[in-house]
């Protein structure tokens, strides 16, 4: 991972959330308030035009830009979940570029900053659920000597089955807890687009 990277990143996730901003709406609209596409494409609508203007010396330091923008931009609660967990990974990349055990040490606060500020604990059909196994994918491919690449496909793969286990579980965190029994047989919108900040990832380091 580098700046360049990680801005092509950020940018695959603008550019897939522009295409999918009705599907993750629609999702929400199952067992949510339907705004999830509109949050996640004003959230990282913003994040675009902040990281225009900006040439951060540091992965990290882009990363941070990229959680504070979102928390500031987005008011559904996707938006300090996302930002706390942008800010936590970029806050561990204090350089340059960062190896993909690297990397895969800085996910793992993303994760822990979810957890801490949502309270949710996997099974709750939240992000989370898309998050974990994502994490544990990446961790085992980077720990094994993979390229980021290689991680970052695990990785997305892995959080989409995870996306896929959310349909039969009921909400226990969010909106769709209110829903009880009936959030039953639905997708849960933010694991939707946590698979799809991961598929972004491996997009684009596959591309490099
Ligand atoms: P809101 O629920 O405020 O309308 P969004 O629609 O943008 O915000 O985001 C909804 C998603 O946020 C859910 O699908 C779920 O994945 C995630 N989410 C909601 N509450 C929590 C929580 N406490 N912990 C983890 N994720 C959560
Ligand atoms: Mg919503």
Redesign the pocket.
């Known amino acids: 991972m580098d700046i360049d990277l990680a801005r092509a990143w950020v940018q695959a996730i603008a550019a897939a959330v522009d295409q999918r901003k009705d599907h993750l709406t629609q999702l929400?609209s199952a067992i949510?308030?339907a705004?999830?596409g509109v949050?996640m494409h004003r959230g990282f609508s913003a994040v675009t035009t902040a990281l225009d203007g900006t040439d951060p010396d540091t992965v990290g330091a882009l990363l941070v830009k990229v959680g504070t923008t979102l928390v500031s931009s987005?008011g559904?609660?996707?938006g300090p979940?996302y930002g706390s967990a942008f800010r936590a990974i970029g806050k561990m990349l204090d350089a340059p570029r960062a190896t993909p055990q690297e990397f895969a040490h800085a996910l793992a606060p993303g994760l822990d900053a979810?957890r801490k500020l949502?309270?949710?604990t996997p099974g709750d059909k939240?992000?989370?659920d898309a998050y974990t196994p994502a994490l544990a994918a990446f961790q085992q491919q980077a720990h094994a000597g993979a390229d980021l690449a290689a991680a970052a496909l695990a990785a997305a793969d892995a959080a989409e089955d995870g996306l896929r286990a959310t349909t039969p579980l009921q909400a226990r965190?969010?909106?769709?807890s209110y829903l009880g029994a009936r959030s039953i047989g639905h997708p849960?919108?933010?694991?939707a687009s946590t698979a799809l900040i991961f598929r972004a990832l491996a997009e684009t380091a596959v591309a490099r």
């Open positions: 929400d949510g308030d705004d999830h949050n987005i559904g609660a996707s979940l979810i949502g309270a949710a939240t992000m989370i965190k969010g909106r769709a849960d919108p933010g694991a």
